[in-house]
């Protein structure tokens, strides 16, 4: 559990430092481009901040905490007695509460129901792609235990 807790900081950093590299980049970019006075946060979330600096930094940190999240849920994978289907319906669970509630903030998507919908259908399928990769890591892991186990069924 120590190792997830750890893992969980460095995915913290990890997406804090993303998010806050990316708004960067598309603050710089538009402008410069485009139009000055442009901020890549929603109006209505930097409203209810005192000032826009402290949403910004709030911001950054509700980016950490996405990364955290996700990657100290794993632990659920730990938990031998439960069944893949089940920790990845538990993951799932866990992961699609707290950063669709934290998306929801950062991006006030209550009141856009469009957004809400396309982020859902986004999260959606980043977690088909998860899943899928885990369990491609699983069967391989089930081959290469039989294999050592001289093709006996385990």
């Known amino acids: 559990m120590k190792e997830k807790i750890r893992n969980g900081f460095i ?3 990890i997406s804090a430092f993303a998010g ?3 708004n960067m980049l ?3 970019v538009v402008n410069g481009f485009v139009r000055e ?5 929603s109006p209505d979330y930097v409203a209810l901040f005192p000032t826009p600096a402290l949403a910004a930094y709030v911001n950054v940190l509700l980016y950490g905490l996405i990364g955290f999240i996700f990657s100290a849920a794993t ?4 938990m031998e007695r439960l ?3 089940l920790q990845s319906l538990i993951y799932f669970a866990v992961t699609g509460a707290a950063c669709t509630a934290i998306t929801v903030i950062l991006w006030q998507l209550h009141k856009y129901p469009l ?10 399928l980043t977690h ?3 899943i899928r990769m885990q369990y491609r890591r699983l069967k391989q892991d089930i081959l290469l235990i039989n294999e050592r186990c001289g093709g006996m069924a385990v």
Do not use: Q
């Open 83 to 85: 069944g893949f289907v």
């Open 26 to 28: 598309i603050d710089a």
């Open 20 to 22: 806050l590299t990316v």
């Open 75 to 78: 632990f659920v994978y730990d």
């Open 11 to 13: 995915s913290f950093a």
């Open 37 to 41: 006075g442009f901020i890549s946060m």
């Open 128 to 130: 088909i792609i998860i």
């Open 115 to 124: 957004g809400l919908v396309f982020t859902l259908c986004g999260y959606g």
